[in-house]
């Protein structure tokens, strides 16, 4: 194949006019053929046809016919461009000697009008074919523009998408390879808008030699997406080596250095790919998933710049994503809180449980579900903690001042939080600068800081104990739960977990076990509290079986401080 042809080819297939279809040809010369035969045959007749109480002679209905079969050559030629023009135009001069022919041989100058209607027709169809070529030409230009990239001649993005449509339409087997310079913008700041130009022009045409030549042995189409931004569509291969060994190509015509302006560039690339449909089933996915390799690659900056997508890049992506969200949200202080109301079982407000929340830029809650347990996991729970203690127990001071109310307000603790040696002093200066008496704050932790470091949290929790704070086991029986660490934990509060309290009324034994946890945490000095009750049905079961607390949609969800302090309000009113 010779040089610019590859990519040329690909581009003037996706962007190739697209006219009527090939059907409508056949139908209009057939209906000309079919016109032009019934005006032979009537054009000599001397036959009438009533219509209404008037007789009209088959004959007049010729110029009729006449006109349609013209209108037959018009829209072929409107249509079918060059094609349908010498059609339509071979047509009408064949023609002209036979119909002046019968006019000069039988003297009959009754096709006189039929020449006249051929001349007008033959002159309408050259205007529309040399305007139309005009137009057509025009429109290659523009759409030459719209698909290329200026600074290097490449196909742009436009193209890349455009050819990633037809190909999952075509259910064409294809990679999608997402390419970044690395280091462009050091060079950009260091040397210059214009050498970074030159840069990006130079690697492009050493990557448009590859695709094609074809040499790589895989049927390339490269283009240039944005900044120093590439995409590699690979298609014609037959396994992930051939994919590989086709980036490496890409990837080696870089080595050799780049001079420009006297000054030498050894520049490298990173490449992420994804392969349609084997990793992703869509055209965008196909796309987002190359970048997350990418953004992998770019990540992990090991030795090897080339990675193929994998599932467990989008929970990294995302891991990444939201931890950079939780790291704005703790420098900018925006990390808020919501307030869930507990009640006992004759609905009487207990107090309230803080639940930390965060929003993203559009001012979107982000799940908790999701940014909590990334927060854990890249240890920033215990900032969020902080966020919400501080906060948390300033407003609910000024409530109890305000309100006289006597309610108890629950904060959540990590495992991290608590095991800092920070922690009792921090309580201690938030209970005095809230005002709020140590009895009316209750600690929720969960088991497994008892199964993580026993020792150091037994300490700890004996310290809030002293100091007069509650303590609540959170989600209880969802960790290794064991009758005999929950004796010696000097806890006041046994927290079910909404997955018991969802699945009670589905068994007997289910209810039962509920019963059970409710009789050994009574019998251990515990109060308990069931977590996620959403329906009367469960609340009736508490009842019987001797729960103390409720927390749950049915009687609360998490409310914002003022709507807190409406319910305050509203209950001290009762
Ligand atoms: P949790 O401490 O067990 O809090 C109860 C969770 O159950 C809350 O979810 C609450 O909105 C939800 N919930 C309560 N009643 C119902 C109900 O009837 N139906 C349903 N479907 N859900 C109900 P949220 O706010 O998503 O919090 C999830 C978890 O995140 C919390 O579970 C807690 O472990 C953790 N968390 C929240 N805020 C903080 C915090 O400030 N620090 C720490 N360390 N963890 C927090
Ligand atoms: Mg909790
Ligand atoms: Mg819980």
Redesign the pocket.
């Given at each position: 194949m010779s040089k610019k042809k590859i990519i040329q080819n690909t581009l003037d297939s996706i962007i190739k006019h697209h006219g009527a279809p090939m059907y409508v040809f056949f139908i209009l010369a057939f209906l000309y053929i079919a016109v032009s035969i019934i005006i032979r045959v009537t054009s000599g007749s001397h036959e009438t046809i009533s219509i209404g109480s008037s007789q009209i002679p088959i004959a007049a209905f010729a110029g009729v016919l006449s006109s349609l079969s013209n209108i037959c050559l018009i829209l072929l030629t409107l249509f079918f461009g060059k094609w349908g023009f010498y059609t339509a135009l071979i047509t009408i001069l064949i023609q002209f000697p036979v119909i002046i022919s019968v006019i000069i041989m039988h003297h009959n100058l009754n096709n006189l009008p039929g020449v006249f209607g051929n001349l007008l027709t033959l002159v309408t169809i050259i205007i529309i074919y040399f305007n139309n070529k005009e137009l057509d030409a025009y429109q290659v230009r523009v759409r030459d523009q719209a698909v290329t990239d200026r600074l290097t001649g490449l196909p742009n993005r436009f193209a890349c998408s455009e050819l990633i449509e037809e190909l999952t339409k075509n259910d064409e087997r294809f990679a999608v390879v997402s390419i970044d310079i690395n280091g462009f913008k050091s060079i950009n700041s260091s040397m210059g808008f214009e050498a970074g130009n030159e840069v990006l022009i130079e690697i492009a045409s050493r990557w448009k030699a590859i695709a094609d030549t074809g040499i790589s042995g895989t049927l390339d189409f490269i283009t240039r997406t944005s900044g120093d931004e590439f995409v590699l569509i690979i298609r014609n291969y037959h396994s992930d080596e051939d994919i590989i060994n086709t980036i490496r190509q890409y990837e080696a015509a870089l080595k050799n250095r780049l001079t420009i302006d006297n000054c030498d560039f050894y520049i490298t690339a990173s490449f992420g790919y994804s392969e349609y449909p084997v990793d992703a089933g869509r055209g965008d996915s196909v796309f987002a998933y190359a970048d997350a390799a990418l953004h992998e690659v770019k990540r992990a900056n090991s030795g090897d710049h080339i990675l193929r997508f994998t599932p467990d890049l989008l929970k990294i992506e995302r891991t990444i994503e939201i931890e950079g969200k939780i790291r704005e949200a703790l420098e900018k202080d925006t990390i808020f809180f919501n307030l869930?109301p507990q009640f006992d079982m004759d609905h009487k407000l207990r107090g309230f449980?803080?639940?930390?929340r965060m929003k993203d830029e559009n001012g979107e809650n982000i799940n908790?579900?999701e940014f909590?347990p990334v927060a854990e996991k890249v240890g920033l729970?215990d900032k969020?903690?902080s966020a919400?203690f501080r906060k948390a127990t300033s407003f609910f001071g000024e409530l109890l001042e305000k309100t006289g109310a006597d309610l108890t307000l629950s904060?959540?603790?990590?495992v991290r939080h608590l095991m800092k040696n920070s922690f009792i002093d921090e309580v201690r200066e938030l209970l005095e600068s809230s005002g709020i008496s140590p009895d009316k704050l209750e600690i929720?932790i969960t088991e497994s800081i008892m199964i993580d470091s026993a020792d150091k949290a037994l300490k700890c929790i004996s310290e809030l104990q002293k100091m007069g704070v509650k303590l609540a086991i959170?989600?209880f029986g969802t960790g290794y739960s064991s009758l005999s660490y929950l004796n010696s934990f000097p806890a006041n509060m046994l927290k079910i977990d909404?997955s018991f309290i969802d699945k009670m009324n589905s068994t007997d034994s289910s209810r039962q076990y509920v019963a059970a946890i409710i009789s050994i945490g009574h019998i251990m000095g515990f109060e308990v509290i069931s977590?996620?009750?959403?329906e009367d049905a469960q609340l009736t079961t508490l009842r019987t079986i001797g729960c103390d607390y409720i927390?749950?949609?049915?009687w609360g969800r998490?409310l914002s401080q003022q709507e807190a302090e409406e319910l305050v309000m509203q209950f001290a009113g009762k």
């Amino acid at each position: 194949m010779s040089k610019k042809k590859i990519i040329q080819n690909t581009l003037d297939s996706i962007i190739k006019h697209h006219g009527a279809p090939m059907y409508v040809f056949f139908i209009l010369a057939f209906l000309y053929i079919a016109v032009s035969i019934i005006i032979r045959v009537t054009s000599g007749s001397h036959e009438t046809i009533s219509i209404g109480s008037s007789q009209i002679p088959i004959a007049a209905f010729a110029g009729v016919l006449s006109s349609l079969s013209n209108i037959c050559l018009i829209l072929l030629t409107l249509f079918f461009g060059k094609w349908g023009f010498y059609t339509a135009l071979i047509t009408i001069l064949i023609q002209f000697p036979v119909i002046i022919s019968v006019i000069i041989m039988h003297h009959n100058l009754n096709n006189l009008p039929g020449v006249f209607g051929n001349l007008l027709t033959l002159v309408t169809i050259i205007i529309i074919y040399f305007n139309n070529k005009e137009l057509d030409a025009y429109q290659v230009r523009v759409r030459d523009q719209a698909v290329t990239d200026r600074l290097t001649g490449l196909p742009n993005r436009f193209a890349c998408s455009e050819l990633i449509e037809e190909l999952t339409k075509n259910d064409e087997r294809f990679a999608v390879v997402s390419i970044d310079i690395n280091g462009f913008k050091s060079i950009n700041s260091s040397m210059g808008f214009e050498a970074g130009n030159e840069v990006l022009i130079e690697i492009a045409s050493r990557w448009k030699a590859i695709a094609d030549t074809g040499i790589s042995g895989t049927l390339d189409f490269i283009t240039r997406t944005s900044g120093d931004e590439f995409v590699l569509i690979i298609r014609n291969y037959h396994s992930d080596e051939d994919i590989i060994n086709t980036i490496r190509q890409y990837e080696a015509a870089l080595k050799n250095r780049l001079t420009i302006d006297n000054c030498d560039f050894y520049i490298t690339a990173s490449f992420g790919y994804s392969e349609y449909p084997v990793d992703a089933g869509r055209g965008d996915s196909v796309f987002a998933y190359a970048d997350a390799a990418l953004h992998e690659v770019k990540r992990a900056n090991s030795g090897d710049h080339i990675l193929r997508f994998t599932p467990d890049l989008l929970k990294i992506e995302r891991t990444i994503e939201i931890e950079g969200k939780i790291r704005e949200a703790l420098e900018k202080d925006t990390i808020f809180f919501n307030l869930q109301p507990q009640f006992d079982m004759d609905h009487k407000l207990r107090g309230f449980e803080a639940l930390a929340r965060m929003k993203d830029e559009n001012g979107e809650n982000i799940n908790p579900g999701e940014f909590i347990p990334v927060a854990e996991k890249v240890g920033l729970i215990d900032k969020v903690d902080s966020a919400v203690f501080r906060k948390a127990t300033s407003f609910f001071g000024e409530l109890l001042e305000k309100t006289g109310a006597d309610l108890t307000l629950s904060i959540n603790a990590s495992v991290r939080h608590l095991m800092k040696n920070s922690f009792i002093d921090e309580v201690r200066e938030l209970l005095e600068s809230s005002g709020i008496s140590p009895d009316k704050l209750e600690i929720e932790i969960t088991e497994s800081i008892m199964i993580d470091s026993a020792d150091k949290a037994l300490k700890c929790i004996s310290e809030l104990q002293k100091m007069g704070v509650k303590l609540a086991i959170d989600d209880f029986g969802t960790g290794y739960s064991s009758l005999s660490y929950l004796n010696s934990f000097p806890a006041n509060m046994l927290k079910i977990d909404k997955s018991f309290i969802d699945k009670m009324n589905s068994t007997d034994s289910s209810r039962q076990y509920v019963a059970a946890i409710i009789s050994i945490g009574h019998i251990m000095g515990f109060e308990v509290i069931s977590e996620g009750v959403e329906e009367d049905a469960q609340l009736t079961t508490l009842r019987t079986i001797g729960c103390d607390y409720i927390q749950g949609f049915l009687w609360g969800r998490p409310l914002s401080q003022q709507e807190a302090e409406e319910l305050v309000m509203q209950f001290a009113g009762k």
